[in-house]
């Protein structure tokens, strides 16, 4: 069974306060697309709860959406060194000419959105900007800054609202931390 099963989790973010940063999130955003119809790319897995909700509210703002996902994988323990990131499922829309949004839950090493930005941005969208839930900027190999940032957090292990540990706790509706043993 996997150590993931039987994790300690301690909330870090609880559900109010994660929609109440969300909701500023999306007022920003749909302050600079007003009147613009937005091209929302989601990279997958990590994304699919925090681009749901983004979405909704976008739609609650008046901003009309084009949505698609794009899945990029890195690779295991050898991505610390390597950095490698492959391409697993393209966008099927076209960007040339529009504004793009693309939306990840996490910006870590940097080196998937540095990775997903480059690839989008050779679609000639009209502008291109990057919205992620979670900044984790000590961690960062790849110098990059995303356009809107939901919560900046300390280099914790933490799981929920999309975030996983093997495939567990991508559900959970707030952001947890995974206690390791001292
Ligand atoms: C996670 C997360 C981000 C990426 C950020 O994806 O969803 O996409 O890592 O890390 P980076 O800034 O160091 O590149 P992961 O590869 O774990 O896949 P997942 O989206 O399927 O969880």
């Known amino acids: 069974m996997s150590e993931a099963h039987n994790a300690i989790l301690e909330p870090l973010i609880n559900e109010v306060d994660l929609h109440a940063g969300i909701s500023e999130l999306v007022d920003r955003i749909a302050d600079d697309f007003e009147g613009e119809e937005l ?9 699919f709860m925090f681009t749901a909700d983004l979405v909704r509210l976008l739609y609650r703002r008046d901003i009309r959406l084009v949505i698609d996902f794009m899945t990029v994988a890195s690779y295991g323990a050898a991505t610390e060194s390597s950095g490698q990131v492959d391409m697993m499922r393209d966008i ?30 050779e679609f000639k969208p009209a502008s291109l900007k990057t919205c992620v839930f979670l900044d ?35 559900e959970l509706p707030h952001l947890s931390v995974v206690k390791t043993d001292a």
């Open 92 to 121: 099927h829309i076209e960007l040339e000419g529009k504004p793009v949004l693309l939306v990840d839950d996490i910006l870590d090493t940097g080196r998937t959105l540095d990775f997903a930005s480059r690839h989008l941005a």
């Open 136 to 170: 984790k900027p000590s961690r960062r190999v790849v110098p990059f800054e995303a356009d809107y940032v939901g919560f900046t957090v300390p280099d914790l292990f933490v799981v929920g609202y999309g975030l996983d540990f093997d495939g567990r706790y991508r």
């Open 39 to 47: 091209y929302v790319v989601g990279l997958l897995r990590g994304s």
